[in-house]
């Protein structure tokens, strides 16, 4: 049994070539164009989706957009470290602790829980405030 292709005209490797001469102002013209729309790596893509007046969006990187994500993938690690330090803390009140003093230990690890649901809140409120302004 043999595959049949499906014809697809967007999938079709292009094989017609074009070429055109600028003068000098235009050249700069269409720098300045390719660096707005951040293709300058692929001059073809960007001229192929002028002419056909193909949407394309410009993405900009923004250094504090950055170094915002970093921080924050950064907390989320050191939550993720802290909730494994959490568990190993119970499972040791657990085996290395008496009767007595456990719920003395307990108490504490309550009201530490309890300060980081609230920095967990606050960095979540944050992350939200963030939201238009990272357009996530």
């Given at each position: 049994m043999t595959r049949q292709r499906k014809h697809n005209p967007q999938s079709q490797t292009p094989s017609y070539?074009?070429?055109?001469?600028?003068?000098?102002?235009?050249e700069i013209r269409f720098?300045?164009?390719?660096?707005?729309?951040?293709?300058?790596?692929?001059?073809?893509?960007?001229?192929?989706k002028r002419l056909f007046a193909e949407r394309f969006e410009v993405i900009r990187r923004d250094p504090s957009k950055v170094e915002f994500l970093t921080r924050l993938n950064d907390l989320y690690f050191q939550f993720q470290r802290v909730g494994n330090n959490?568990?190993?803390?119970?499972?040791?009140?657990?085996?290395?602790?008496?009767?007595?003093?456990?719920?003395?230990?307990?108490?504490?690890?309550?009201?530490h829980t309890?300060?980081?649901?609230?920095?967990s809140i606050e960095i979540l409120n944050l992350t939200k405030q963030a939201e238009g302004w990272l357009r996530i």
């Open positions: 070539k074009y070429s055109f001469r600028l003068n000098e102002e235009q720098r300045q164009m390719l660096a707005a729309a951040g293709l300058e790596h692929n001059r073809s893509r960007f001229i192929v959490y568990n190993q803390v119970v499972k040791a009140i657990n085996s290395h602790f008496s009767n007595v003093s456990i719920p003395r230990q307990i108490a504490a690890l309550e009201q309890r300060e980081l649901k609230a920095l």
